[in-house]
């Protein structure tokens, strides 16, 4: 027995070093590929559910590893995050995504509006509000052509640094979305001290919606919430058109997912851009 428990714990040391090592690689990576400017920003076009007019599209951060492939934003995000690496990292992305609105005006595209994710940790430790007005001015775009998505983890945050940087937002326009909402925590009552004008239903409430009494109850009950407070309701992952018209009878009236556009690089979505405005 007690050989065996030897044998135990020197495997479990053995995979947590592994582990750990496999972190620290991922970590040095990522760093050499955000300098090396290997990184991309894909597109996601968010529609009209009713008649698929476009209404914006989502930046996503997309990887392509020299020889792991493309690593999903699942799994580097939050080493992101633990190795302090996040703040650069989506400051990039900002840059990234305004720059590209630009080109997108000087090619002629018009009213393109581009929502951003931002980590709640880089509320925390950084001046999102001071970036976001500089990177507005530097590539001549209205603030109201951005939306910034962040967790509910960041209103959940009662110190003072992000809640005055989300009302300096909100002051000069730029709209703010609740990401993933309804799978965090409990309370609700951040939407009313908040200047929020979108929420975002999770894709885990929508895949099972027309097989899942349960999903379809909690998407119905947070479609509620967002109407009965004015806000956006922006349901992510729609896939079928089942799913469209369930949506649709239970009052959310935009969409993004698979169904109208898959994430984008810019080529493939300025092609898509431009057959929508010339329709
Ligand atoms: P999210 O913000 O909730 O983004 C939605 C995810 O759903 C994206 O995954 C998108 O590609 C995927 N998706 C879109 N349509 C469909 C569909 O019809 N079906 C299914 N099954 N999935 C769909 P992705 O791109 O892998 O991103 C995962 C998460 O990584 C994002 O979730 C977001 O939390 C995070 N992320 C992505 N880009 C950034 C970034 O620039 N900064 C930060 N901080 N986080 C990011
Ligand atoms: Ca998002
Ligand atoms: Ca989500
Ligand atoms: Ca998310």
Excluded at 34 to 52: C, V
Excluded at 236 to 241: L, R
Aim: net charge negative.
């Amino acid at each position: 027995a007690k050989q065996a428990g030897r044998n135990c714990s020197r495997y479990f040391l053995a995979s947590m070093n592994q582990s750990l090592d496999e972190r620290l690689t991922l970590e040095s990576e990522l760093r050499q590929a955000l300098n090396t400017g290997r990184l991309e920003l894909h597109f996601q076009p968010k529609l009209a559910l009713a008649d698929r007019r476009m209404l914006g599209m989502e930046a996503l951060l997309r990887w392509p590893h020299p020889t792991r492939g493309w690593v999903p934003p699942d799994r580097f995000i939050p080493v992101a995050e633990e190795c302090g690496l996040i703040n650069a990292l989506d400051a990039w992305v900002l840059e990234a995504a305004c720059r590209q609105l630009r080109d997108w005006q000087a090619e002629g595209l018009q009213g393109l509006n581009v929502s951003v994710n931002v980590s709640a940790l880089r509320f925390v430790q950084d001046d999102v509000a001071a970036h976001v007005q500089q990177q507005l001015q530097r590539n001549g775009l209205q603030a109201s052509q951005l939306t910034l998505e962040v967790t509910e983890r960041l209103m959940l945050d009662e110190s003072g640094r992000p809640r005055e940087q989300l009302q300096a937002l909100d002051a000069m326009g730029v709209r703010l979305s609740v990401d993933d909402f309804g799978t965090g925590y409990s309370s609700l009552s951040y939407l009313k001290r908040l200047p929020v004008s979108e929420v975002k239903l999770d894709k885990s409430f929508v895949h099972d919606l027309d097989t899942d009494p349960d999903d379809r109850a909690l998407a119905s009950a947070v479609i509620s919430i967002g109407q009965a407070l004015d806000l956006s309701v922006v349901a992510e992952g729609v896939e079928t058109e089942a799913q469209r018209e369930t949506l649709l009878r239970l009052g959310c009236q935009i969409g993004q997912g698979w169904l109208f556009g898959r994430p984008m690089d810019p080529a493939a979505m300025s092609a898509w851009l431009w057959q929508q405005q010339g329709a």
